[in-house]
């Protein structure tokens, strides 16, 4: 795989010096010192209400997180999740977006190649966990099965936390939420009772790592008045080939590039009224996929394109509601692929690329008994598929040659999600709360006339156009009971959906161990979960949580072997595979975390995640044939880490963080044919279990901020289950932050 010019890496250096010179003489801190008092007014996106007191005056820790979209007053202290802050995203010098996530309870992230990286949450992943951004979704009709990308495409830089909610969350979210949502809220610019006292804040971030050799540097600037904020940022990152542990070596085509750029705006239009508006771009190019590229025939994202411009409305005081938030959005996602397969001397080129526009109201209203809250909303999200297919030729470079028979999506296809939702809670006496939910939601599917499976073989029937309908169904209950001054326990239970969306019914060609064609009447899978723990908690001197979490899922989409035209596989060998809902699948997780706090200046903590998983799939070419009974597909294997911190100043922290996973040999027959897990199938072992320690440290001096990363200091070699790559060598990083 070619690596970047050397004249783009110098220019990039030398920029991002350049900037370091210009912004630290004047730097500052972005956010006010942990020190400092909370701003007078919050920004629109305040922290999760996690650490808040609930009904009986005890700090919810991390019991409850829920992805924020409106400041409220509580939130349902039975959920489960955590969240990433601010703070804890300075001393995690994570190269990506998703990296970020690595270190939480109950997340293990999957890596197709270095340019990805998509959370599991309770042995789910793909179209079954949400993700948004600033509330919006990210997940789109073409969002797919597996692991996708698109959550690499939010540059770290720009994130200022991050909420994790595990379990189903449909009824706020629609659509997807089944395993859990990732929320990425982004730098919110503050006006000037909220700010450092600085009318025109500025910063710069570099970050370098040894692993890949990568740079990458972000500068920012904002204005912060009485009335008006507003604060943009540029980024530029930079990989090549990824080093990996004592046993690997240079893993080669997992080097890439990427630019960033956003701005956002907040205006107060009265007391109790801001008007929000924000553009995001990211273009990422040149991204291997390590696991399908060899010499000779290897394949590249040569584009990624995101394009995000949203606005809201805060109103606080409102009629009969005392908070109301209008979200409006378009997300344009691009992706360009490229095979080259040199034998042939051939370049064959797929385009996709989906427009999203979205609207989404909600108020909530406290009413007069029992801290009791009420939040209604109503969202509608609207997509449109294009993509495309064309050849080349390598030796002798021409123009591409369409060829529409070889379309991921042929025509324009387009999907609409409309939705209602309701979310009550309150006490139950003095040291209980409860809450409940309901959602309904209507999804329409547009498929045009599909001609490609005639262009390729003549004589195959053409799918005439037709108009695909889905309703999709979601409740959530839960209470909390304390059972003394320091345990209290939870309980929850909840349903999740995901609508068929415009990949499970138009997807043609290749994809993991088969052939797949496309399908039409699919109905949407079901979750059902039931989910209890309990926790212990002392101040901040000890916390101890334990959770389990039972989930079936009904009427899973997945791909089957089927016949076409008589046969039952390809000319070159691979087998056919057709969609349908064919599939139920149990998941049982369990979540395990404690946190003491035997000094001030020291902190331990240690957490695992076990997930076992089954489902049952039924052949089509065998219907006679009983069910066959296999675990999960990428079901992750028990994984935990422990970490310890010591802060003997204010300004200053050593942490040292051992992470480990055990061996995975519970396989599907899909991961038994997925050469990331089983190179050497069919006498596949599955994924061995690996240990990694890695140390960190960092200081904060006035304006400049420091933090040194050494990982992988055994240089042992290992993957995460289900990745195509594998996971950096003994290395470096370090980052470097100066603000005004």
Not at 393 to 402: H, S, Y
């Amino acid at each position: 795989m070619r690596q970047p010019p050397r004249a783009r890496r110098a220019l990039l250096w030398s920029c991002s010096l350049s900037l370091l010179c210009h912004a630290l003489p004047a730097g500052a801190q972005e956010q006010p010192p942990a020190e400092a008092p909370p701003p007078a007014e919050a920004p629109p996106s305040p922290p999760a209400e996690a650490a808040k007191p609930d009904a009986s005056g005890e700090s919810a820790g991390e019991t409850l997180v829920q992805s924020t979209s409106l400041p409220k007053p509580l939130m349902p202290a039975s959920r489960v999740g955590s969240e990433v802050t601010a703070e804890e995203l300075s001393r995690r010098p994570a190269r990506s977006t998703p990296e970020a996530l690595m270190e939480e309870e109950g997340i293990f992230l999957q890596r197709t190649n270095h340019a990805g990286g998509h959370p599991i949450i309770r042995g789910l992943l793909g179209h079954q966990v949400l993700i948004l951004v600033d509330g919006v979704r990210l997940n789109n009709a073409v969002t797919r099965a597996g692991p996708n990308q698109y959550l690499n495409t939010v540059d770290p830089f720009l994130v200022e936390r991050l909420e994790v909610v595990r379990g189903p969350s449909s009824v706020l979210y629609g659509s997807d939420a089944i395993g859990g949502v990732v929320n990425v809220l982004t730098l919110t610019p503050r006006f000037a009772s909220e700010g450092g006292g600085n009318r025109f804040p500025a910063g710069v971030r570099l970050m370098g790592g040894s692993a890949d050799l990568s740079l990458q540097g972000s500068l920012r600037l904002g204005v912060e008045l009485q009335n008006t904020a507003a604060l943009g940022v540029v980024t530029g990152r930079d990989f090549n080939d990824l080093r990996g542990g004592a046993d690997i070596g240079v893993q080669h085509y997992t080097g890439y590039t990427e630019y960033d750029a956003a701005v956002k705006v907040r205006q107060r239009l009265s007391p109790g009224t801001i008007l929000q508006l924000q553009y995001q771009a990211a273009r990422q190019s040149d991204a291997p996929r390590t696991d399908r590229s060899v010499p000779g025939d290897f394949r590249i994202f040569s584009l990624q394109e995101r394009d995000f411009l949203h606005g809201q409305l805060a109103v606080s005081g409102a009629g009969p509601f005392h908070r109301i938030r209008v979200d409006a959005s378009a997300l344009r996602q691009s992706e360009r692929t490229d095979r080259y397969r040199v034998a042939r001397d051939r370049i064959e080129r797929e385009d996709a690329s989906v427009w999203t526009l979205g609207l989404r109201a909600e108020g909530e209203r406290s009413l007069s008994f029992n801290n009791a809250s009420l939040r209604v909303g109503a969202d509608v999200f609207h997509d449109k598929v294009t993509g495309a297919a064309s050849r080349s030729t390598i030796l002798v470079p021409a123009e591409f040659e369409p060829r529409p028979e070889l379309a991921r999506y042929p025509g324009s296809p387009t999907a609409l999600a409309a939705g209602l939702f309701g979310f009550f809670q309150m006490d139950l006496g003095t040291n209980a709360t409860g809450h409940v939910g309901a959602r309904a939601q209507l999804n329409r599917t547009h498929l045009p006339e599909d001609d490609r499976l005639s262009l390729q073989f003549p004589g195959s029937p053409v799918l005439p156009a037709t108009t695909e309908q889905a309703l999709g169904v979601a409740g959530e209950l839960g209470f909390q009971q304390r059972a003394s001054e320091d345990v209290t326990l939870f309980a929850n239970l909840g349903s999740g959906f995901r609508a068929p969306n415009v990949d499970d019914y138009l997807r043609l060609g290749v994809e993991g161990p088969g052939f797949v064609l496309p399908g039409r009447d699919l109905v949407p899978e079901f979750s059902y979960t039931a989910e209890v723990g309990g926790r212990f908690q002392r101040g901040e001197v000890a916390r101890v949580q334990a959770v389990y979490a039972y989930t079936f899922i009904d009427n899973m989409v997945t791909a089957v072997p089927t016949q076409f035209n008589g046969e039952t596989h390809t000319p070159d060998g691979l087998p056919y595979l057709a969609r349908t809902n064919a599939d139920n699948a149990q998941v049982h997780a369990v979540e395990l975390s404690g946190q003491v706090r035997p000094v001030r200046s020291l902190t331990l903590l240690a957490q695992a995640a076990w997930v076992f998983s089954t489902q049952k799939r039924l052949d089509p070419l065998e219907p006679a044939a009983p069910p066959q009974t296999e675990p999960f597909s990428k079901s992750p294997p028990l994984n935990g880490l422990v970490r310890a911190t010591w802060e003997p100043v204010d300004f200053a922290f050593v942490e040292g963080v051992f992470q480990w996973a055990a061996n995975q040999e519970r396989l599907s027959a899909a991961d038994r044919e997925d050469i990331r897990m089983c190179p050497e199938s069919p006498d596949c072992q599955g994924t061995p279990g690996w240990a990694a320690v890695h140390l960190r440290a960092g200081a904060r001096w006035r304006w400049f901020t420091t933090t040194l990363e050494l990982r992988n200091l055994t240089d042992a070699s290992y993957r995460f289950h289900a990745s195509g790559v594998d996971a950096p060598g003994r290395s470096v990083t370090l980052a470097l932050e100066g603000s005004l």
